[in-house]
């Protein structure tokens, strides 16, 4: 059996979040691996590195799998994109050692929310970003956000559904940038809670708005209460850049650069 690592991206627009359930097909892990059992001849199911929500779109999302067929990479690719919808992509496939999981291998994780900070927004991107009609303070949002790095009990940003042992997580950077009218709010960590980014958006964007000082993020944190902390943000807006890996990996990295096609 060999082992492959895939690199995916897609528009959750219509999906309902990444893993298979039992009660639609209507999620990007059924559909991947339907297109990928078609091509290998037999029943393919991958392993992804880190679930999305309903809604919610992946530049990068890495997930491996197991198969006794054998084909060139560039017919893995082409042939699983001709039957996948036009929502779902691969763009690299790469065999892996057996020691490789996408899941516990990931060293990092990086997701991006974009808010569209203005009184109303062009139609093509209501899919893509969340609106915010009232001015936000970059410099408050950007205080409260460094009392979330580091290693914290992220009971307050936890989502109710969670089914994580443990609340702790470690919070490596958080970038706010501004681009025109588009507020990129940009998180990497070595691992997250159910909604924990799409709930750190939305406290801060309670802080940009004035709605509460930047050290009250402390005061969330320390409670543990979830009903202290903003609500959870729309998942439109939360795009997946994707997990890093040991270099020994060899392994594509995920490139961090504000590219997305977003009109402002």
């Not at 590195?49 to 799998?65: E, I, K, P, W």
């Not at 802080?207 to 000082?213: D, E, H, V």
């Amino acid at each position: 059996m060999q082992r492959y690592a895939l690199g995916i991206e897609y528009i959750g627009t219509f999906y309902k979040g990444w893993q298979k359930q039992k009660k639609t097909d209507s999620t990007v892990q059924e559909n991947v691996d339907t297109a990928l059992s078609k091509i290998a001849d037999e029943t393919i199911k991958t392993t992804c590195s880190g679930r999305t929500d309903s809604g919610v779109h992946a530049l990068m999302q890495v997930v491996h799998f197991e198969t006794r067929a054998k084909r060139l990479n560039r017919s893995w690719v082409a042939g699983t994109n001709s039957v996948l919808p036009q929502d779902i992509n691969i763009n690299w496939i790469k065999k892996v050692p057996q020691d490789f999981h996408a899941r516990f291998s990931a060293i990092k994780r990086t997701y991006r929310y974009h808010v569209f900070n203005g009184s109303s927004q062009s139609v093509l991107n209501k899919n893509f970003t969340s609106l915010v009609k009232d001015s936000l303070n970059l410099n408050a949002m950007q205080e409260a956000s460094k009392y979330l790095l580091g290693e914290n009990d992220f009971s307050s940003f936890r989502g109710s559904g969670c089914q994580s042992n443990s609340p702790n997580r470690n919070i490596y950077d958080i970038k706010i940038t501004k681009s025109k009218k588009i507020v990129s709010i940009e998180v990497s960590a070595n691992a997250f809670l159910l909604n924990m980014v799409r709930i750190i958006v939305g406290t801060l964007i309670d802080i940009g708005m004035k709605k509460n000082k930047p050290e009250f993020i402390r005061d969330i944190l320390v409670s543990k209460n979830r009903n202290l902390a903003g609500k959870t943000a729309e998942a439109k807006g939360l795009f997946y850049l994707g997990p890093e890996y040991d270099h020994s990996f060899k392994l594509v990295r995920p490139k961090y650069k504000n590219n997305l096609v977003i009109k402002n």
